[in-house]
Structures are given as C-alpha cells and as structure tokens.
C-alpha cells in the first residue's frame, strides 16, 4: 500500500491523518492482506450517528477468500458498554456497526482466524462529535497553588550542573553528558548545541521521553541542534546515560518495575510529581545557557513525554510553544463518568463497578488535563483514533481544556506510534514557527 495523506478541516483547524503502510491498520500475513477502516470520511460522526467498521481481506495472488471466521468487539474507547460477535468473511468482507449518543469514540476490534489457526487483531476507531469531548472534572481550586510550592520546593535546591563533553562525530555540533540536582534525585540528559554559538542566539527546545527505561537519547538533541536549537534530551528517571542495556534492563524489572503506579494514591508520593520536578529542572537548565535566545522554549514529546510537554507549558511560562504526540496522562478522572482514563489508568472498575476514589483525588494533581488550563502559549497537538495506549477521548479532553492557540493532527489509523511522515511534517513546522518568531 502506497503512504498517502489526507486533510481534514475541521472547527477552522487544520487536522492532519496519515494513511502507512508502516502504521495504518493494513497488516500483511502470509498470502494475506488485512484492512479495517471506519467507513465514514476522516473516521468522523456527528453525535447519534451510527459507524460502520469495514473489515477488508484480500490475497496477494486475487484469488477468492474463503468464509474466515471473525471475532469483533465495539467499545467505548475501551470500556464499557461493549458489544460482541462472531462472524464470517463474505466476498473478502465483513462490516459491524456501532452507535454513541454522546462527544466520543467507539473502538472496533477484529480478530481474523486465517487457514492453519494463526490469529490477526485489526483495530480501528471512530470519532463523534470529538471536539465537544470537555473534562470530566474541573481543575481542583488548589492545583496551581499546589504547583506554585513545587517550583518553591525546587528552585531551594541548587542545580548544580555538570556537563561532561562527550566525542561526537560532527565538528559542527557539541555535545554534553549534563547532570544536575533536583528533587528526590538527579536531572540527567544529553544537551547538543551548535559548535561556536553566540550569546542569545539559539531557540531552545526540551525533550522529554515516552514510558520506559532507558538512557537520554544523544541523537534526539543533536537532530535539532543541527536545525539551530540548543536541546536537552532527558531520561525520566535521572539515571546513567550510555550505559550498557543490561543496566536499564535490571532497572526496569527491578526498582523501576511499574514505576507509573509508584504513590499513585498521594499526590505527594506519585512519580509524576518528582517527573514533573526533574521536567522543571531540564527547563531551568536550558534557560541557563548563554547561548539561548531567551525568547524561544519548545516543549516537545510523545506519550509520556507528550504529557509533560502539556504540564512543561503550565509549569514554566518562558514554554513559547508545546507540542504533545498521542500525549499519556491525561483525563485519569474519565472514570468517574464512565469513560476511559488515559495511560497509566491509575485505576480500573472491579468487579463491583467500583474505582479507588483515593487514587483519583490524588492523580488530579498530576493529570495533563489539568495542566493544560493553565497553558497560555499556542499548542500543537497529535491524536490516534485507533489509539489503545493513551485513548483519543482522554486526549480531546485535555486539549478542551487548552485555551490559547492550538490544532490538533489526527493520525486516522494509527495506533499508539505516530507516523515518520508526521512527525517530520511537524518538526518542520516548529522550525518555521521559530523563523517567524524572529522577524
């Protein structure tokens, strides 16, 4: 299947869905081609409406494809009420339908048994209504003077830095290992820099990183320093650079094993509130160098790190511009009102339909939803229709809250990993935005 792009414009935004043969819900098995789409334009449906999911399969050779038993599942973005069947292929085809009443998603889930037993789970969404998706709850009254006493707690504690010069193959551009105190630990990444800059003469960019454990991305720094920038890649733990896998892998099954959760019932003990600290930190650092311009702070991450480029515009008034992809940590109290929390989801119904209410009291303080009321630069966000990780529902209800300027880009198939495409379209935009700054 050939890449190709559609534009959708929705609202007087201009909203972005890339069509991959590396993305998109298009699987190749075996003689098998596999293909699932909600069958309205851009995946979109007024509120009422009823969706069609087409599920198509073909073979590579155009022979017929015989009458392959289908497993399907429509939810709401992942939670209840779902709706179940088994079916069977007819001329290559199936088609299952779902309707919502309310600004939301369904999630359509096929899985394909093909010849010899092996199993194939397409996925695909369809947005109703998403612009009115609003929060499920308001932004606690105390929340930004709770934020406000964690930039106090932090700015009493000096940075410290230390920037280790690391060998790097490009004489144009510098790069440092870059340590520094903060709270409950360390801030630690790779700041790349273009060789020789002059005094206030760089726009910055901080790089915050996805779920995961591992070491500060070199390459992510150096890719925009190359474009001008001085940038900060950081790791979200404050841990050793360069070290061999085994190190991170002993960390992630050991200490840091499902660090998301770490406190999650005390806003005071939650990671979020020590990552939010270091993302703080990373800001403080960048704003330190001589050579930024002191104008321009780009805020830039995907998932988790999408999450903290929303709470990096709130925390730090000198972020001229965010720029969360499929952003996590957003709506964890969509619970309350039967709909689905964002990555981690902090909590789930039991058996009861019972949620920890002490778990959402306390992840109100570290939600990007929340964060985002507070943004007053432009926003540019990115949101997966047929996303399972950080759903699409939580990701409209953080962006309802944005108040300045913003878009939002649909990836229309994609699920959790964003397109190269888009993400190459919107660094280019980030580097016109800067050149625009400066006239």
């Given at each position: 299947?050939?890449?190709?792009?559609?534009?959708?414009?929705?609202?007087?935004?201009?909203?972005?869905?890339?069509?991959?043969?590396?993305?998109?819900?298009?699987?190749?098995?075996?003689?098998?081609?596999?293909?699932?789409?909600?069958?309205?334009?851009?995946?979109?449906?007024?509120?009422?409406?009823?969706?069609?999911?087409?599920?198509?399969?073909?073979?590579?050779?155009?022979?017929?494809?015989?009458?392959?038993?289908?497993?399907?599942?429509?939810?709401?973005?992942?939670?209840?009420?779902?709706?179940?069947?088994?079916?069977?292929?007819?001329?290559?085809?199936?088609?299952?339908?779902?309707?919502?009443?309310?600004?939301?998603?369904?999630?359509?889930?096929?899985?394909?048994?093909?010849?010899?037993?092996?199993?194939?789970?397409?996925?695909?969404?369809?947005?109703?209504?998403?612009?009115?998706?609003?929060?499920?709850?308001?932004?606690?009254?105390?929340?930004?003077?709770?934020?406000?006493?964690?930039?106090?707690?932090?700015?009493?504690?000096?940075?410290?830095a230390k920037m280790s010069r690391v060998?790097?193959?490009?004489?144009?551009?510098?790069?440092?290992?870059?340590?520094?105190?903060s709270f409950n630990g360390l801030m630690?990444?790779?700041?790349?820099?273009?060789?020789?800059?002059?005094?206030?003469?760089?726009?910055?960019?901080v790089l915050p990183h996805g779920a995961?454990?591992?070491?500060?991305?070199?390459?992510?720094?150096?890719?925009?320093?190359?474009?001008?920038?001085?940038?900060?890649?950081?790791?979200?733990?404050?841990?050793?650079?360069?070290?061999?896998?085994?190190?991170?892998?002993?960390?992630?099954?050991?200490?840091?094993?499902?660090?998301?959760?770490?406190?999650?019932?005390?806003?005071?003990?939650?990671?979020?509130?020590?990552?939010?600290?270091?993302?703080?930190?990373?800001?403080?650092?960048?704003?330190?160098?001589?050579?930024?311009?002191?104008?321009?702070?780009?805020?830039?991450?995907?998932?988790?790190?999408?999450?903290?480029?929303?709470?990096?515009?709130?925390?730090?008034?000198?972020?001229?511009?965010?720029?969360?992809?499929?952003?996590?940590?957003?709506?964890?109290?969509?619970?309350?009102?039967?709909?689905?929390?964002?990555?981690?989801?902090?909590?789930?119904?039991?058996?009861?339909?019972?949620?920890?209410?002490?778990?959402?009291?306390?992840?109100?303080?570290?939600?990007?939803?929340?964060?985002?009321?507070?943004?007053?630069?432009?926003?540019?966000?990115?949101?997966?229709?047929?996303?399972?990780?950080?759903?699409?529902?939580?990701?409209?209800?953080?962006?309802?809250?944005?108040?300045?300027?913003?878009?939002?880009?649909?990836?229309?198939?994609?699920?959790?990993?964003?397109?190269?495409?888009?993400?190459?379209?919107?660094?280019?935009?980030?580097?016109?935005?800067?050149?625009?700054?400066?006239?």
């Open positions: 299947m050939k890449n190709m792009v559609k534009f959708i414009l929705i609202g007087g935004f201009l909203l972005f869905g890339a069509l991959s043969a590396a993305i998109a819900e298009t699987k190749t098995e075996g003689d098998y081609v596999l293909h699932i789409k909600a069958t309205a334009d851009g995946s979109l449906y007024k509120k009422g409406d009823t969706a069609d999911f087409l599920l198509s399969v073909s073979k590579k050779d155009g022979s017929e494809v015989e009458p392959l038993d289908v497993d399907w599942e429509i939810s709401k973005d992942s939670v209840e009420p779902k709706t179940f069947g088994k079916s069977k292929l007819s001329g290559g085809k199936l088609k299952v339908s779902g309707k919502l009443d309310e600004a939301g998603f369904l999630k359509c889930s096929m899985t394909v048994k093909l010849p010899g037993g092996k199993k194939v789970q397409m996925l695909a969404g369809a947005g109703f209504a998403p612009a009115e998706i609003e929060p499920s709850m308001p932004v606690p009254s105390d929340f930004k003077a709770y934020w406000d006493k964690q930039r106090e707690i932090l700015s009493s504690i000096p940075m410290n060998d790097y193959k490009d004489p144009k551009i510098e790069v440092f290992d870059v340590q520094a105190d630690t990444g790779y700041y790349a820099r273009p060789a020789g800059s002059k005094p206030k003469s760089c726009p910055a960019v995961g454990v591992c070491t500060s991305w070199m390459g992510n720094a150096v890719n925009w320093a190359k474009n001008g920038f001085i940038a900060l890649d950081f790791n979200a733990h404050g841990i050793k650079n360069g070290q061999p896998q085994e190190f991170y892998d002993n960390l992630k099954k050991g200490k840091l094993n499902a660090y998301p959760h770490f406190g999650a019932n005390d806003r005071d003990k939650t990671f979020f509130r020590t990552l939010y600290m270091r993302l703080m930190r990373a800001m403080d650092f960048l704003k330190s160098q001589p050579e930024w311009d002191g104008k321009v702070l780009v805020a830039y991450g995907t998932s988790q790190g999408g999450g903290q480029a929303i709470a990096a515009a709130a925390l730090d008034d000198k972020v001229s511009l965010t720029v969360p992809f499929v952003p996590a940590i957003c709506d964890h109290s969509g619970i309350t009102i039967g709909r689905t929390n964002g990555w981690p989801h902090f909590t789930k119904l039991d058996k009861d339909g019972k949620y920890r209410k002490d778990i959402v009291e306390a992840v109100r303080y570290i939600d990007a939803m929340n964060f985002a009321a507070f943004i007053k630069c432009p926003a540019i966000f990115t949101v997966g229709f047929a996303d399972p990780t950080c759903q699409p529902t939580s990701v409209y209800a953080a962006y309802s809250n944005v108040k300045s300027p913003k878009k939002i880009y649909v990836c229309e198939e994609a699920r959790h990993t964003v397109p190269a495409e888009h993400y190459r379209k919107v660094f280019d935009e980030v580097v016109k935005y800067v050149k625009e700054s400066k006239k």
